[in-house]
């Protein structure tokens, strides 16, 4: 009986060792080693044993049990890591194949002046409000001291839809809008950045649709100071702490007094980018603020003439005509 364990681990170990693949040595494992194995079927021997034999052949019988055992998981792992490698080396990846190309967009350099002043602004307070661009003569004049037959009306050449509606000429009609929306209540605080619309030739430095960003102020003793503060704080935000900035008394007929604001460009001379004034108490009044109790401040600047100083742009057409090689160049920021 000895012998035939002996033989049994014998022809076992070699197939075990000779198997290549995990089904042959899953069947392996129940041929030799399963309930009804050949092992077990050696074993329904023992019976017949003489009672010194049956431990001795016992001790043997678990020896070769596990043995096989030990050998067959080891078979196992051995197998598996060849399955294992065979697949890695299947699914390998070439990585120095050239890749897809994914083109990335790129913030339109208006919009990252609006977002670069609304941050400045949110900073100092404000909030964004914003009105329609197709406006009514009421907002975009009357309401701004605009008389009708005012020759103001006639400093800007506008498109008009109807006798009464037009496309805005300014952001300063959110103004009334913004103060009758808050019903006499202050702080009014806000800025509103959005297109405009002037009948004008487009050349390098006009254009028919521009933008602009409008800021109002109204409270209690808001004094002319107080706007300089606002204007030369955002001014040496965008441009950098040394631009040398000026005031020029200047004429709207919301605004009194009223101001014009330049910057002073080594290349190009003082250059304007700005209207602003203290808030003509007819308006305020129209909007429904006594002047007697409150006063405000009201501003208007060009985005496209910020982002052109800024960047070093010199002709306002690279805005709209959406070159790429132009919008290329602001991919990185
Ligand atoms: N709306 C004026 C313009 O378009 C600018 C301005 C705004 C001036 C607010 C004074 C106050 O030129």
Redesign the pocket.
Known sequence: MQERLKELRKMAEAKIKSAHDLETLKELKIKFLGKKGELTSVLRGMGSLSPEERPVVGALANEIRNRLEELISSKEGELEEAKLEQKLKEETIDVTLPSVSFPMGAIHPLQAVIEELEDIFIGMGFEIAEGPEVETDKFNFEMLNFLKDHPARDM?DSFYITPEILLR????SV?ARTMLAKKGEVPVRIICPGK?YRRDSDDATHSHQFM?I??LVVDRNISMSELKGVLFTFIKKIFGEDTEVRLRPSF?P??EP?VEVDIYDPKKGWLEI????MVHPRVLEKSGYNPERYTGF???AGIERIAMLKYGIDDIRHFYNNDLRFLRQFQSE
């Open positions: 800007q000429t300014h952001t300063s103004q405009v602009q409008e800021g709207f919301f605004t009223s700005l209207g602003a004034g009201a501003f208007g």
